[in-house]
T-cell receptor
């Protein structure tokens, strides 16, 4: 069975501070992991994905995520938050047939 | 390339009326998904199709909801009769089937039932 858990439905950071959004997964098959971002009044857009190979994945807008098999985690980070990063972030796992999304984390950036 | 195209973008309808949401997936994609997003329940998968065949409709809330995919380039989600609790954003998404592949979302159809 596949599932995704995002710890913290709301995260607030100051502009320029580190962003850390947590994601843990369970998967009965090798996991293919994704982070999506949803800006207000828009659909979900791909930030980055892990399939195979290097466990540190870089995405758009300065975000990156590290796949840690031993911790079953795929946390999303960005060294320095920008006001434009305020959005909803979703972690997802794909089992080959369908995607399983987490419940989302709303990121607020404080000026 | 055009992304996933949904229509209408916004719809306001009266309770009891029929609502039809439309989706054109990305050309070449063989999996299509309908999601519903609300503040209370977050993002919910309603149904998905592989090669135009419905695979899992366990997320469809009740018989008032139905979805069809008559061909590879078109799908509809119909609500009949609509109720206020159906008010939500409905997203269509498509992908190439397979674990490595990315799912692409449309901009959503914002439905308000009054």
């Amino acid at each position: 069975a596949q599932s995704v858990t995002q710890l913290g439905s709301h995260v607030s950071v100051s502009e320029g501070a580190l962003v850390l959004l947590r994601c843990n997964y369970s998967s009965s098959v090798p996991p293919y992991l994704f982070w999506y971002v949803q800006y207000p009044n828009q659909g979900l857009q791909l930030l980055l994905k892990y399939t195979t190979g290097a466990t540190l994945v870089k995405g758009i807008n300065g975000f990156e995520a590290e796949f840690k098999k031993s911790e079953t985690s795929f946390h999303l980070t960005k060294p320095s938050a920008h006001m434009s990063d305020a959005a909803e972030y979703f972690c997802a796992v794909n089992n080959g047939n369908q995607f399983y999304f987490g419940t989302g984390t709303s990121l607020t950036v404080i000026p | 390339d055009a992304g996933v195209i949904q229509s209408p973008r916004h719809e306001v309808t009266e309770m009891g009326q029929e609502v039809t949401l439309r989706c054109k997936p990305i050309s070449g994609h063989n999996s299509l998904f309908w999601y519903r997003q609300t503040m209370m329940r977050g993002l919910e998968l309603l149904i998905y199709f592989n090669n135009n065949v419905p695979i899992d409709d366990s997320g469809m809330p009740e018989d008032r909801f139905s979805a069809k995919m008559p061909n590879a380039s078109f799908s509809t989600l119909k609500i009949q009769p609509s109720e206020p609790r159906d008010s939500a954003v409905y997203f269509c998404a498509s992908s190439l089937r397979g674990a490595l592949n990315t799912i692409y979302f449309g901009e959503g159809s914002w439905l308000t039932v009054v």
